[in-house]
T-cell receptor, first 113, second 111 residues
Framework: GESVGLHLPTLSVQEGDNSIINCAYS??????FIWYKQESGKGPQFIID?????DKRQGQRVTVLLNKTVKHLSLQIAATQPGDSAVYFC????????????FGQGTILTVHP | SQTIHQWPATLVQPVGSPLSLECTVE??????LYWYRQAAGRGLQLLFY??????ISSEVPQNLSASRPQDRQFILSSKKLLLSDSGFYLC??????????FGEGSRLTVL
């Protein structure tokens, strides 16, 4: 069936490095994508989103890239900090209108001081 | 600003006991509301969503039910809990652009 998946389940980086978290999606009907950050024991926190009519969107220290040709999504975090350590999920809407999001498995990001 | 509250935050229940998890949203009217479940080390699975009072859609067959008695209240229930119902339950409301904003979650352990 349709799914959203991540290439790497874990990522370890040094403080100050840039981090890149990848996500592959298979539902060609998806036109809206979101990245979430989830800290241990807490609910997912919205980071950044992108619509399919864009290929890049920037926020504060984060950039999301969308490649519709290969159905690939990535989250770039600049100057990664220990507070960025968390599980990161990508989500896609499958083209639905009622707000259902399908989430990927998640990538654990660990930032070492 | 909008806020979302879930309670209880943690719950330990015996098999066969009932369940009631509550979620309320403030600062928005007629929101779309969602219940997701997250198993340990896994992604989120949509259980129920509601577009209005008394309107519930179920995504997966299961031992749980949902109700929306008021515009800003969404309740997840079970008459008899199973071991497999253990997990982290998350309530969310839908923003203007389609993004979901989640509560802090309710961790349920069924023994």
């Amino acid at each position: 069936g349709e799914s959203v998946g991540l290439h790497l389940p874990t990522l370890s980086v040094q403080e100050g490095d840039n981090s890149i978290i990848n996500c592959a999606y298979s539902n060609s009907a998806s036109d809206y994508f979101i990245w979430y950050k989830q800290e241990s024991g807490k609910g997912p926190q919205f980071i950044i989103d992108i619509r399919s009519n864009m290929d890049k969107r920037q926020g504060q220290r984060v950039t999301v890239l969308l490649n519709k040709t290969v159905k690939h999504l990535s989250l770039q975090i600049a100057a990664t900090q220990p507070g960025d350590s968390a599980v990161y999920f990508c989500a896609e809407n499958g083209g639905t209108s009622y707000g259902k999001l399908t989430f990927g498995q998640g990538t654990i990001l660990t930032v070492h001081p | 600003s909008q806020t979302i509250h879930q309670w209880p935050a943690t719950l330990v229940q015996p098999v066969g006991s009932p369940l009631s998890l509550e979620c309320t949203v403030e600062g928005t009217s007629n929101p779309n509301l969602y219940w997701y479940r997250q198993a340990a080390g896994r992604g989120l699975q949509l259980l129920f969503y509601s577009v209005g009072i008394g309107q519930i859609s179920s995504e997966v067959p299961q031992n749980l039910s949902a109700s929306r008695p008021q515009d800003r209240q969404f309740i997840l229930s079970s008459k008899k809990l199973l071991l497999s119902d253990s997990g982290f339950y998350l309530c969310a409301w839908r923003g203007q652009d389609g993004e979901l904003f989640f509560g802090e979650g309710s961790r349920l352990t069924v023994l």
